[in-house]
């Protein structure tokens, strides 16, 4: 099967400073691959990367297209979701207000010749907080709500890969829980996904692939069931065990 994502021999900078080095790494349509590593490995700049949001050069397809010289928007409107790892909201906004801005643009799923996967009902059944929470001004909304409208208005804008960094970050266990149920079903609807943490937490119930970083590199590649068999790998990148 062609590569829905195919990220090759990619080198990213801030500044004069190197942060990825010939990162090789593609995703089919419908996977979900767990991109874990530690502090500062960088799997942020990856996806950053993939958006067109930091300097850098290599080879980045998404459905066959060349990312290169493509703004954030044109690269959001082929298909690509992001939620970032500080899960940016507006925060002035209402829910409401920020979801709406998340919808794809009405042209775009008949460019692309079906109805979208999701819609602002689906977002309301999805996290029903929300929808008691509508009128509400985001920057008040919890850290766990704050990631469940970060994550809805990335699907309102009918992604085919969702790039979420950290979506458990500083989460109680009972949110985590309801936002793994969002992605699982995400996972049904046939949305790829990388799926970025530190401790694969949510990536262990619905990634069926483990990518690991390293000083910027991709150590480890593999399905999930041979990334746990691992434990060199574990102990030696993420400090386990
Ligand atoms: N805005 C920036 N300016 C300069 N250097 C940066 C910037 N963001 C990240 N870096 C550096 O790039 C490298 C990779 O960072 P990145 O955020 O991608 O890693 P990460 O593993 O996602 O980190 P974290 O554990 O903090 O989420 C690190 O050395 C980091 O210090
Ligand atoms: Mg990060």
Request: charged share 20%; aromatic share 4%.
């Amino acid at each position: 099967m062609s590569a829905l994502l195919e990220i090759r021999h990619l080198n990213a900078w801030y500044g004069a400073s190197q942060a990825l080095h010939g990162v090789t790494l593609s995703i089919a349509p419908g996977e979900v691959v767990a991109l874990v590593g530690r502090n500062g490995s960088g799997p942020s700049t990856l996806a950053r990367a993939v958006m067109g949001l930091v300097r850098c050069e290599g080879e980045l397809r998404f459905a066959g297209r060349s990312l290169a010289d493509l703004r954030t928007f044109e690269i959001a409107r082929l298909g690509l979701g992001y939620v970032a790892e500080h899960r940016d909201v507006f925060a002035a906004l209402s829910v409401h207000e920020n979801l709406l801005l998340g919808l794809a643009p009405a042209g775009a799923a008949r460019a692309r010749g079906r109805a979208p996967r999701f819609t602002l009902d689906d977002a309301y059944a999805l996290f029903p907080v929300l929808a008691q929470r509508k009128r509400t001004r985001a920057g008040v909304l919890s850290g766990g709500e704050q990631q469940m409208l970060a994550l809805s208005r990335a699907l309102l804008g009918d992604p085919d890969l969702l790039l979420i960094d950290e979506p458990g970050e500083g989460l109680a266990s009972l949110v985590m829980q309801q936002v793994a149920g969002a992605l699982r079903l995400l996972r049904e609807r046939g949305v790829a996904m990388l799926l970025i943490e530190q401790r694969l937490v949510i990536a262990q119930e619905i990634a069926s692939r483990v990518a690991v970083m390293g000083h910027g590199e991709i150590v480890f590649d593999g399905a999930l069931e041979a990334f746990l068999e691992r434990a060199d790998v574990m102990h030696e990148w993420l400090g386990v065990g």
